[in-house]
């Protein structure tokens, strides 16, 4: 071989390997190990005392919503709490991120994330179709800035695409649909939902001290209208509404985008979409990084997540820069940053006892925050702890009808302030699904647990303490809950009974409520 | 964002405490907000332009008050002239549903991190009667730009119950105007109800030491307010069926005549703020065949709440407001609509102690300038507190640990009106 096409060869695999090499690749223990130092830093410097490490009790019950977005089966958190090496979180973190529970339940949360307005009447039904695409690109591991171009580029006549890479079925044409198709709701949508910037106030006007201008609003629109009927000029153009001002489609900043000579109808969406996905955006890796971040622990690192472009002073930029630089350089592997994020010692922090005003540690996130359950999560669980399968049951519309009435009725806006109302705690007190699962006789758990020969009431309330909270009772809970069930048992059936009022107890808890 | 709730430490240490809560001294005042959601065509409505191109097909009928004229599709409530007052010169600059909606509702501009509380709120924590079993605040068929609407930084014991929401429902009718789940199951005795909420208030307690979380607080307050409302009298004004069916038909035999009628109910019950929500004013096509029926449905029930409330002797401590986000554009579009307006629009007052027969302000030839006394939301809000009797420069703190005022401080009240 001579030397100059060694050279050749040389180069051409160094290119291969590109900025995107299996070396340059961030591990997700590196990438916690940086978060720990970041946040230690902080930490320290505002003199903060962290919460402690949470238990494996608190750590099994929090990985699970949080992965998979439901509470663990009593086996599941059985096996876990009696593993005793001491890589177990890691393993059991690799293992649910691998899961398709964990692309199901991710695949909801991006649809909230990417299109807020299909948990509205209006758009509700195009739900199921978006989460079964995103479902099973997650599934396949698609990388984030591939399913952003996916749903960006879909076809406008909702066919799937030739390539190779589109899923097995679905395609995300609930997007175009969601917005009702308009150049100006497009806009907007995918001004935030990718890029973390609201341009929603700039369509109708400019502000006094906002970053983006009316026209901006409509240069960025005007990706998303059709071309004349030559499909020829230079950009797409769009008119502002309630005004006769033409403006041409522009990108609101740097890199500068080039048009194909002839437009085709979707030719705008795919040239936004190149820009977006770019390397050199400046908001779109950030945005991902702090979505992902705020669904694991409530908050983002910059608030509000709407609005990246702020110049807020009081957030981890710092961090969110370098989280969203690992991204990059991992591909945008978003297993990777779940893996990462979970791994940290701030997920794992216990939500009780620091030593410092609340609004502080926030802010640093100097102990784990509760959050409230997505219906989702509240239903899937609810499942689980009643001792009916965890899988869930897509293929029977009628199960799937009963779980979108309960979700919608219990939709919360954002995990860390949720609101329960007056309206959903009586349904949980006294309505149909709480009354079902706590039937003595036809609830797995309980026939189980009150049927099963020799065992006492202790052993039958530590059985429901367990199963739904993934712990033991207190000395001082098992008191009073087993005095309670042994003062009722004069006969089987009241003893049934009496462990099924524990259980309607236990349902009806905040620390069944929430993720904590 | 704003995790901490506000009010201090009160207000986030969950049920237990809340009883204790500082709130204000009961009162027998309470407000009724008739909420036209969509941006009413209040040109269509209080301030007709007859003789102008703007003015569109609708005539004009009198009052008993001069120069109080108005739609002559307001026919019962062209009858009370006299206890009414018209602000003719409300003006904003917000014209997008959501950001107007929350600035009606709280008097402030959606601004960064801080929960402004609704006025609904404001009015529970300053005057409501902490006593009630009912909520103070009770939100009727709520249009989806008031999600989210609630206690703000007062924390969530002052947010609404809302019942017939849209959210839940997109086309709630009359017979949703009802509580669900306000009992308990068959099967489960009283007895067995009472020792499971003791049981589970011991778990509370424990859950709650050391935890300052919002998610906390709203879950074990709801759960609270839950309960104080399943007693058997407060879940009482609820029944609609026991109203006479003569006095349910004037009301209007639809979701907002029903839930004005509901709204009497409650308010008879001491509840201090009830909103009732008439959506469908978003009339950016054929508004003037929508505005129609529209008004026929208002007309109705607004006109027999005030009968009602004054054959109860309760007019005079029931201020009620006839308000919407924004009015729509005096030039009819090609669509025979209206778009948003947020420059010159009206609203309507009525009860309490609103001084009526009175028309505030004035709006050129053209409807589209406001050409006397300018009216500001925040001015309305103020006028709202001071007929309450609450201070509209009082102070609040806020999530972002600063004070807030319950009115804007720029705001200054209608005096006229008062």
Redesign the interface.
Known sequence: MNTARFFGWSLAILLLLGSRAQADKPTATALAAQIDAYLTARWKQAGLQPAERCDDATFVRRIYLGLVGRIPTIGEARDFLADTTTDKRERLIDRLVASNAHARHMATFWRRTWLPQTD???FASLTDDFEQWAAERLQAQAPYDQLVRELLTVRSDGKRQASAEASGGATPYSFLVASERKPENLAANTARAFLGINL??A???DHPFARWSREQFWQTAAFFALPDDHGSGAALQIKIA?TERLVSAAVLTTPAIHWPEQLQADTGRAVLAKWIVSPENPYFAKNGVNRLWSHYF???LV???DDLSSDAADNHRALLDALAQAFLDSGYDLQLLSRAFTQSRAYQLA???SNQA??DE?QLFAYF????LSGEQLHDSLQVVGGFPADRHDLQPEVMEERRRFV??F?V???????????????L???RDV?ELTDAAATPLLVATAQAPFLDARTQVETLFFAAFSRKP?A??AA??VA?VDRHATTPDAKA?ALA??F???L????F??N? | MAIGLGGGAGALSGWFNALADDVGKPSQQSVILLWLAGGASTIDLWDLKPGHANGGPFREINTPVAGMRISEHLPQLAAWGADMAIVRSLTSKEGDHGRATRFVKTGYLPQGAIHFPAIGSLVAHEIGNRELDLPNYVSVARSNNSLGLGGGFLGPQYSPLSIAERAQNATPSATDLKVSNLSRPEKVSATAQSDRLALLHDLEVRFAAGRTSPVVASLQDAHRRATRMMKAEAAAAFDLDSEPDALRDRYGRNLFGQGCLLARRLVERGVSFVEVSLDGWDTHDNNFERVKGLSTTLDAAFATLLTDLRQRGLLESTLILCLSEFGRTPKINGGVGRDHWPSSWSAALAGGKIRGGQVIGRTSADGLAVKDRPVTVPDLIATTCCALGIDPKKQNMSNVARPIRVADPAAEPIKELL
């Open positions: 509205t009447q209006t929603d106030c369509q109708c006007h309630e409530g908050r983002g608030e509000p997540l939500s009780v006892g609340a609004s926030q925050a509760t959050l409230g919608t009725q939709y806006q954002r995990p860390a302030d949720a609101q329960r109302s007056i309206l959903q705690s009586l349904t007190m006294n309505g009354q207190t001082e809970e009073a809950f309670y009974a009022d524990v309607w107890v236990l009806n808890s905040t620390e409520n929430t904590h």
